[in-house]
């Protein structure tokens, strides 16, 4: 065998070890994927995730004008997945509006909301919320719900009606701001509360978030609150 086909046959042997080790490796590694499970197993997954917080009763307070649909929306979705049965309240019945253009039926108005009937109370931040910051019922409110040990929750701005409310007077919280304005973090520490630059902030039963992007992990400490 002259020396060039010594050399062809070495170099289509090296070739046929190396598709072979790359074959290999790629069985190896593979990852189990949803249908690796039994339609059984996903579905007592999906059960039992669906009763961490069954038949829990939640009041979510939104702006009728200007609501935040992110903060609305994902912790809505999210609570019910876990079980929950959602309100939603405001001080006009009919279709709420968000800044994004999301639509929301109103369920209860603000004025006729009984917190006893509640597992917890979350106030939604958004542009309509301010509104709330100084409005006497939204105080009540939050002061019935800690009275009566419920959790209460309020995120982007919101965290300033709690504030007003005088419950956040010497808790950690966190609230919505910007380069630009600091003005709702001047307000919380104006009434006691001890402000903490983070997404989300759990001091007992009240959980603060500082906006859209906490939305998803806002309803999962409120889920691990209410388990």
Not at 187 to 205: M, P, T
């Amino acid at each position: 065998m002259n020396r060039g086909l010594i050399i062809i046959f070495i170099f289509v042997i090296i070739i046929i070890i190396v598709i072979g080790g790359v074959l290999f490796y790629q069985k190896s590694i593979k990852k189990p994927s949803l249908t690796s499970f039994s339609q059984k197993e996903v579905k007592e997954q999906k059960l039992f995730m669906e009763k961490l917080i069954e038949n829990k009763k939640i009041a979510m307070v939104i702006a009728f004008r200007d609501f935040r649909d992110e903060e609305y929306f994902v912790p809505k979705q999210t609570l019910e997945s876990a079980g929950a049965v959602v309100k939603t309240v405001s001080t006009s019945l009919g279709k709420a509006i968000g800044k994004l253009g999301g639509e929301a039926n109103v369920d209860i108005l603000l004025s006729d909301l009984n917190v006893s009937d509640y597992d917890a109370v979350l106030f939604v931040g958004g542009p309509g919320a301010f509104n709330y910051i100084e409005d006497k019922r939204a105080h009540q409110i939050a002061r019935e719900t800690v009275e009566n040990e419920k959790i209460l929750g309020a995120i982007c701005i919101a965290p300033a009606i709690l504030a007003k409310a005088g419950v956040l007077d010497g808790k950690r919280a966190t609230v919505w701001s910007s380069l630009m304005d600091k003005s709702a973090v001047k307000i919380l520490k104006e009434n006691g509360a001890e402000y903490e630059d983070r997404s989300v902030v759990v001091d007992g039963k009240i959980v603060t978030a500082s906006g859209p992007q906490s939305a998803k992990e806002f309803a999962q400490k409120i889920i691990e609150l209410l388990q």
